[in-house]
């Protein structure tokens, strides 16, 4: 199977079971095609040269062109066979281990965002915060189901996890206590709406924290529309100085801006833009909101065509500033043609409910933190683990060959089935498509490898 598409002035040929990427010129693009289609070489040979005769185009390049393309084709980069397939429900099987956990410390938020997927960080429930002694035993029964695995991934989420900062500061303690006798090594991420950021919180997060997370969608007033206290006054004002003193502390590295945009705000690049160009961030993140399809803030039909062209905006914009000495990181275009994902990472996908679990203040277990709150979907709890087999059954199956929607689509070895979360929010069934979520994430890759073609260009120019 291959993808061809053209954007940015390239001819892109993908090939998708190889993962590899062509860069043509319009003879040979409509060339392979021709044979994609399973049209004859005589054929394609006379409709190549009535075409691009003017141009010079002569039998011996139509030749060369063939030789070119066989050889690819010989070598496993073009028109290569799906080899992965019968291994798509095999892999999550054999594997009960769990490398990563959420853990959602706070039940409650000193903001009031309407299009919270969390109900303001109450997941639908009631309000309250994880405890010390529900953490460590969180703790522990990652170490004592993630096997052979040294590095573990654990997130403080909410919620606003700062609300319960003490318990964090506990509970890292205690996870560095543990590390060389269970010859473990954590990684801590932070995700904050701002607000109980302090000195002390940046100093102990930049001592600690892998990652942090900072949530910002952009302008004052696209920021201000949504996240707000509850009083509904504005964040921005309150968090932009705070975040720009936590990243210039933490030297730019590891953190994330992670916006949100919806109905309001489809031409989000300009969102990004501001927190590039106007508050000197350089590590982006854009997410479309998940939303009710009756909520004022879900995004519409019409939306689509203006968000796919923000992303080609943004891809074109990402490569001026590139050479310009310049660069920014968009987190959906950080995709690596040379060295992974690995194949299965590619066919299982995040591994909600299988390798990845979400952990309430009360230490429920679920999927991940988009189905908390939900109890067909409660996976057990940390003391007695997962008692819910059915559903971790049910998502063993969640992989890039589940659905049948997935079976033609070029994109499935990217996406690895799409978000189960999405896919149940949006059918009822997290084996199901979320078309809408499809066409913006096929239009995210096209992006990222086409940035990847032109960086490679000026590198050999």
Request: some cysteine; overall charge negative; charged content about 25%.
């Amino acid at each position: 199977m291959i993808h061809q598409y053209k954007l940015n002035g390239y001819n892109i040929v993908l090939d998708i079971f190889s993962g590899s990427v062509h860069v043509t010129d319009d003879a040979s693009y409509d060339m392979i095609a021709m044979l994609d289609e399973g049209r004859e070489r005589d054929e394609i040979t006379s409709e190549i040269l009535g075409k691009y005769a003017a141009d010079g185009l002569t039998g011996q390049d139509v030749e060369d062109i063939f030789s070119d393309i066989d050889e690819l084709t010989q070598a496993g980069k073009l028109f290569s066979r799906d080899v992965y397939e019968g291994m798509a429900f095999d892999l999550k099987n054999k594997s009960n281990v769990i490398k990563a956990l959420c853990l959602l410390v706070s039940h409650t938020c000193n903001l009031s965002c309407e299009y919270c997927f969390a109900a303001q960080g109450k997941f639908h429930g009631k309000a309250g915060l994880m405890d010390f002694e529900t953490g460590k035993r969180a703790l522990d029964f990652l170490v004592e189901n993630s096997g052979f695995r040294k590095n573990l991934e654990v997130d403080f989420f909410g919620g606003e996890p700062l609300m319960n900062f003490e318990v964090c500061k506990q509970l890292v303690e205690y996870a560095r206590s543990i590390e060389k006798e269970k010859n473990k090594n954590f990684r801590f991420t932070l995700t904050t709406n701002g607000v109980g950021v302090t000195d002390e919180v940046i100093e102990w997060a930049n001592r600690e924290c892998h990652n942090v997370v900072l949530s910002l969608d952009g302008r004052k007033g696209v920021n201000d529309r949504f996240r707000v206290d509850i009083k509904g006054r504005g964040s921005y004002d309150t968090i932009v100085p705070k975040f720009q003193k936590f990243v210039k502390e933490r030297g730019g590295r590891g953190y994330y801006m992670r916006g949100t945009f919806t109905h309001f705000n489809p031409d989000f690049t300009n969102d990004i833009f501001h927190m590039a160009d106007d508050l000197g961030f350089t590590e982006l993140s854009m997410e479309p909101v998940v939303a009710s399809p009756d909520s004022p803030s879900a995004l519409t039909k019409e939306d689509l065509p203006v968000i796919l062209e923000q992303y080609e905006i943004l891809a074109k914009d990402m490569i001026r500033r590139e050479k310009e000495g310049k660069p920014i990181t968009f987190y959906h275009y950080m995709i690596n043609l040379e060295h992974g994902p690995c194949i299965y990472k590619r066919i299982s996908g995040c591994g909600s409910g299988t390798e990845y679990m979400a952990v309430t203040a009360w230490g429920d277990l679920y999927p991940c933190h988009q189905f908390v709150g939900d109890p067909d979907y409660r996976l057990g709890d940390i003391w007695n683990g997962v008692t819910n087999e059915a559903v971790r059954e049910s998502f063993r199956t969640c992989n890039a060959y589940a659905r049948e929607e997935c079976r033609d689509c070029w994109a499935k070895l990217y996406c690895s089935g799409g978000c189960a979360a999405n896919a149940y929010h949006s059918t009822g069934d997290i084996h199901g498509v979320y078309e809408y979520g499809c066409e913006i994430f096929k239009k995210r890759i096209e992006c990222a490898i086409m940035i990847k073609a032109a960086l490679g260009q000026m590198e050999n120019t």
